[in-house]
């Protein structure tokens, strides 16, 4: 424990990967070799959820190929496999899709983000739609249209976690992990990042080759706000040779600078002035106009609590939901799972009475702050909202004409479930997770509820992941 943190001496390396990955069979490792040819070309015939090809061996077998688009022919090499299905990645690509591009990104293959890059951006986000309707199909609910929610710029991601490692020969690595891996890809440029934390990456590299202690470093988080670009440092402990370095180089950058300091229970220490973490909506973008508050709705919030990582997209979604509820003066809402209040307040200033439930009380704390800075009446409380008997003493107590809904990955089984035997005129579900969506939609469908809108809003550019917006009716 004494050279916790301290740079330890080179050592030689042992010519021996322990992350080089085997391949699998029924889940354990076999001895064939890494990257088995399978010899004549195979057809890719859909995209997976996942954005993987999907292609068959000519015993039938499933073969999920990385990096292959539909219609291509591609030479592969399996690197997994298992009873049901092989993993592998290309080899040669024998026929080009038109839909292939030049990845904007040099580290795109290397590091574990942005795996679409390689499909034209259209066709991302075909896919997305794609999957939303595959999955509800498979649940007996069959969609029409999707609309799409798309941002204007590529270079999108407001926040971001970097892992610091320090490997035996000395050498200080910042950036993102491999695909399905632990081993941290160094990354000198991110496509994705805002501006103003892609200039920060190759300065924080230098400093970090500069300190006494990098080991000591577990993760940095990078933060841009409309009043300040943050600076957060996941720290085992106090390495006072370093504190210079790093506030030199907050004072340098014009960052506000934090340590989240200790092994189990790490608490917060600011280096300088305490920043103002603050999430912005204009009114007028968001289709509120007869508002009695200003033209700016202002939400604060606390390192580690949640917030989109997409602004544009984010404040377009919030826009389609109030679209979508018309909320009037004086109508009821209950917005579940509501955070530090990314719908409650917006919809509570175009005049809804909203009452706001999260399951983490210091949310619930920070959302009736937000409420009151706003000068808005929203009440709010805390409640576990996966627990079946909290959810009908809530719907119980709060008769509403509308309900929103924004789960985590998990989903709202059982709020949607109780949502069921009640006949609530809207709901408006936001998703981060089309499958958990998908079987909470059949049990409202299966209630009497109709899909009304389906929306799809692209959050995370170049992957796979995506945001799904429905509006349900009851229907009786």
Not at 90 to 119: I, M, N, W, Y
Not at 128 to 137: F, I, N, P, Q, T
Not at 161 to 172: A, F, I, P, S, Y
Request: proline share 6%; aromatic share 4%; net charge neutral.
């Amino acid at each position: 424990m004494a050279m916790l943190g301290k740079r330890r001496p080179p050592r030689p390396a042992s010519g021996h990967s322990g992350l080089a990955r085997q391949p699998y069979s029924n889940g354990v490792p076999t001895k064939q070799p890494i990257g088995i040819d399978v010899g004549a070309p195979l057809s890719i015939e859909r995209l997976a959820h996942d954005g993987r090809g999907v292609a068959h061996h000519p015993d039938g077998k499933t073969v999920f190929v990385d990096r292959a688009l539909p219609g291509e022919q591609v030479e592969v090499a399996v690197h997994v496999t298992r009873k049901r299905f092989d993993e592998a990645h290309v080899k040669t690509l024998v026929t080009r899709s038109p839909q292939r591009v030049e990845p904007p990104c040099a580290h795109f293959g290397h590091c574990g983000g942005c795996d679409l890059q390689h499909l034209a951006l259209d066709a991302q986000r075909a896919h997305k739609r794609e999957v939303v309707s595959e999955l509800m199909a498979r649940q007996g609910v069959r969609l029409s249209a999707v609309t799409p929610i798309n941002g204007q710029s590529e270079h999108y991601r407001r926040r971001a976690r970097l892992g610091v490692k320090v490997d035996g020969q000395g050498n200080v690595r910042l950036g993102f992990r491999a695909a399905n891996s632990h081993r941290l890809v160094d990354i000198e440029h991110c496509h994705v990042l805002v501006p103003s934390l892609q200039a920060l990456l190759d300065p924080l590299k230098q400093l970090l080759i500069e300190l006494d202690a990098p080991r000591s470093i577990g993760h940095i988080e990078l933060l841009s706000t409309p009043k300040a670009t943050v600076v957060l440092v996941r720290q085992l402990k106090e390495q006072p040779q370093d504190r210079g370095r790093w506030q030199s180089f907050a004072d340098q950058h014009h960052v506000r600078f934090g340590i989240w300091l200790g092994r189990e229970s790490p608490s917060l220490h600011w280096y300088g002035e305490v920043p103002a973490l603050e999430e912005r909506f204009s009114l007028s973008a968001l289709g509120v106009t007869d508002s009695q508050t200003a033209n700016e709705l202002v939400l604060t919030f606390a390192p580690g609590d949640f917030l989109q990582v997409n602004a544009e997209v984010n404040q377009k979604m919030v826009a389609q939901v109030i679209a979508w509820l018309a909320p009037g003066q004086g109508g009821r809402l209950l917005d579940l799972f509501a955070g530090i209040g990314n719908f409650s307040l917006p919809i509570a200033a175009a005049g809804a009475s909203v009452h706001a439930v999260e399951g983490s009380a210091a949310m619930v704390e920070r959302l009736k702050a937000n409420a009151e800075l706003n000068r808005l009446v929203v009440s709010a409380q805390q409640a576990d909202l996966n627990e079946s008997t909290a959810v009908k003493a809530l719907l119980d107590e709060h008769p509403v004409d509308a309900v929103v809904l924004d789960p985590p990955r998990s989903g709202a089984e059982a709020v949607c479930q109780a949502l069921g035997r009640r006949k609530v005129a809207k709901i408006a579900y936001v998703s981060c997770d089309p499958a958990t969506l998908a079987r909470d939609a059949a049990h409202l469908v299966h209630a009497g509820y109709r899909v009304e809108h389906v929306a799809v809003a692209d959050m995370f550019l170049h992957t796979a992941h995506m945001e799904t917006l429905m509006l349900f009716e009851y229907a009786g």
